[in-house]
């Protein structure tokens, strides 16, 4: 079988975000690993506009290139690791935007969350979850959440906790089997 492809999807675009030190710390992490390729995919990269087809996307008849552009970037991958905020017990509209972009290209594959925030982004992933289920990406229980007071110095500089590195070695495992299982009914 060919070696696994997983994206690390970096899901906020804030100016002076703290997500891009998580996703980094992520990749870094995943470069150790040998059952995945692991690439970063910063949305601040990719500019979709506010939802703009006019037709639901799981009919799959994107009509603008932006659209097409990203359906294919997001289906040359076999799992996703999502990395994302804590906006008012929610996920940032970018995160939200650039996943409801697409539809086939999510499905039967799976997904992984990281989060971050005041009481480290739990009720984001627990949204994240939620939007999962609904374009069937199955969902790894391991997730990791960083909290702004103790894996951050002065709420910007991110300084995990050495716990964290088991936590993720975990959330890869999952993530890499389940992403193979999933694989296999996609062939």
């Known amino acids: 079988m060919n070696t696994l492809k997983i994206a690390v999807i ?3 675009t804030r100016p002076g975000r703290n997500g891009k030190a998580v996703a980094d710390w992520v ?3 995943a470069g150790a690993r040998t059952g995945a390729e692991y690439e970063l995919i910063d949305l601040a ?4 506009p506010h939802m703009d ?3 639901p996307p799981s009919m799959g008849q994107y009509q603008g290139e932006h659209t097409q552009t990203w359906a294919a970037k ?3 991958f076999d799992g996703y690791v999502f990395v994302t905020p804590e906006y008012n017990h929610s996920i940032p509209g970018v995160l939200k935007n650039a996943i409801d972009f697409a539809y086939a290209e999510w499905n039967n594959k799976a997904a992984a969350f990281v989060s971050y925030g005041t009481v480290g982004g739990v009720r984001a992933v627990e949204h994240l979850r939620t939007i999962a289920s609904a374009l069937q990406l199955a969902h ?9 007071f103790s894996d951050f110095e002065n709420l910007s500089l991110f300084k995990p906790r050495e716990r964290h ?8 495992d999952q993530l890499e089997a389940w992403s193979t299982a999933m694989k296999t009914l996609r062939s």
């Not at 790894?140 to 702004?148: G, I, T, Y």
């Open 53 to 55: 087809e006019p037709l």
């Open 45 to 48: 990269d990719w500019p979709l």
């Open 74 to 76: 997001v289906a040359e």
């Open 140 to 148: 790894v229980n391991q997730q990791l959440c960083f909290s702004l």
């Open 10 to 12: 970096l899901g906020s």
């Open 27 to 29: 990749i870094d992490r």
């Open 165 to 172: 590195d088991a936590a993720a070695t975990n959330l890869f």
